[in-house]
């Protein structure tokens, strides 16, 4: 199956509006799931208006938040598809800009040195573009994922030791929610990397951050790790927005990688109560929007 770069600007350029607009089924429920358990009126309350502004939005087609986040494009090919890798690229690149300038949309992306903005959230090596394998024959999947510089910025790195064992592990990961709080904008995702390399460990984070939600770890002790933090952190008090309740996190998911037997990195990104992302799936039979 080939893929022509020209359907994939426009598909980039469609992703990145409707993952501004629309936010995944997964993330609607997981507000109804902490509404119904939350015991904390002001909590409450926070719930309401969050959940109304997700109506209001969708209804009025507006952006679910100002932030129009640094543009995120998770690619994976399956079997048998024929595709320019570079050509694939400057493709999304270009659809990006290109929703940037049409909708338009505010350009959250700049130099890092000089801070000039081109007004496209395009720059230096931005859009993200990730890209991975699997064995599904005939078959291109591009997530698009926009994450907002409050959540971003909630986003840590450790080197443990092997002599910090797991409690070092928990330690870190509940030390940074605090030193979070309500600067992530809770109810949040939090995603943890253990194990790989420095680099490895952050970007499992990132993945476990933007996971949809009822989703596990594969691995075991990770998905048993998942759970125990995740009732840890909504035990802490901090609640919708900071300002105190039961509903910290949606959850908190965790990937996991082998790693060195002198070290045991350990990463966490948050990710925010307006967790967007959307999907197209290509086959044989057309594109699949979804998320």
Partial sequence: MKVDPKVVEDVAKKLYIRALKVLPDDIKQGFQHLDAAETNATAKSVLGTMIENIKVAEATENLLCQDTGIPIYNVTLGRDMQVDGHALKQAIV?????????????????????????????????????????????????????????????????????????????????????????????????????????????HMAKVAATRALGSSCEDPAGAELERELTVAVNSLGIGPQGLGGDSTAFAVHVETAATHITMNPVAVNIQCHSARRARATFTPKGIDYGF
């Fill in 94 to 202: 270009r659809g990006c800009a290109a929703a940037t300038r049409d909708h338009p949309l505010r350009s959250s992306v700049v130099h890092p040195i000089t801070r000039v903005n081109d007004h496209t959230n395009t720059g230096r090596h931005v859009p993200v573009i990730n890209i991975e394998f699997s064995d599904t024959p005939e078959e291109l999947s591009i997530e698009m994922i926009p994450k907002g510089s409050g959540s971003e910025n909630g986003s840590f790195l450790k080197m443990c030791i092997p002599a910090d064992g797991i409690d070092g592990v928990k330690r870190f990961v509940i030390d940074k929610v605090i030193e979070a709080g309500g600067k992530v904008c809770p109810p949040t995702i939090i995603g943890v990397g253990v194990g790989g390399t420095s680099d490895v460990c952050m």
